[in-house]
Every structure is written in C-alpha cells, then in structure tokens.
C-alpha cells in the first residue's frame, strides 16, 4: 500500500468526524465517523455548499452537539486550498 494510501485508509476508517472543505466551502471528504453523527451519508455530503457547526441538526431531526477541532490546509505555495475538521460525538444536553 503506498503512503497516500494510507492517509485514505485512515481518513475513511476513523472512528471521529473528518471533514474538509476547499475555498468554495464545498464538502469535499466526509468520513464514516461523520456520517454517525451527523446522519448524512458521504453520498449527501460530498459537494454540500454549506458546513455544519458544532450545534446542529440531526438528519432525523435530533439536537446534535458535536466537538469539532478545525484547521486550515494550505498548497506548498502557502496558498489556502480549504479547512477540515476532525470531531467526536459530544455530550448531550
């Protein structure tokens, strides 16, 4: 397995959140650890125009607390290419 192939497996098999939009704000990575909490599949998120924040809206309609640590991704020229975000369920209220 080559070493992008690892950073895949361990985006998509982790058990947080990982998230990542580019510039634009579309959703351009959607884990299974986001789809848990969130209840939008990868199929519904990807290409998502919007990003959801840490109070949100369950897909069934349920209040969702998530806690999310964010960062901004930048190109070797130091450019900004997106921002991600990294989360686990948080607790409820």
Same mark, same amino acid.
């Given at each position: $397995? !080559?070493e ?7 985006? @998509?098999?982790a ?8 510039r @634009?704000? $579309? ?6 650890g986001? @789809? ?7 199929? @519904?998120?990807?290409?998502?125009g919007?990003v959801?924040?840490?109070? !949100? ?5 349920g209040k969702?607390?998530?806690?999310? !640590?964010?960062g901004?991704?930048?190109?070797p ?12 369920d948080g607790?409820? !209220?």
């Open positions: $397995m !080559s992008t192939n690892w950073h895949q497996a361990i985006v @998509e098999q058990a947080e959140a990982v998230v990542f939009a580019d @634009e704000g $579309m959703i351009r990575i959607w884990n299974r986001a @789809e848990r909490p969130f209840g939008y599949s990868a199929a @519904e998120a990807l290409g998502a919007r959801l924040r840490t109070r !949100s809206v369950h897909k069934n309609g969702l607390y998530v806690d999310l !640590s964010f901004v991704i930048r190109g020229d130091g450019a900004v290419a997106g921002a991600f975000a990294i989360g686990r607790p409820a !209220s």
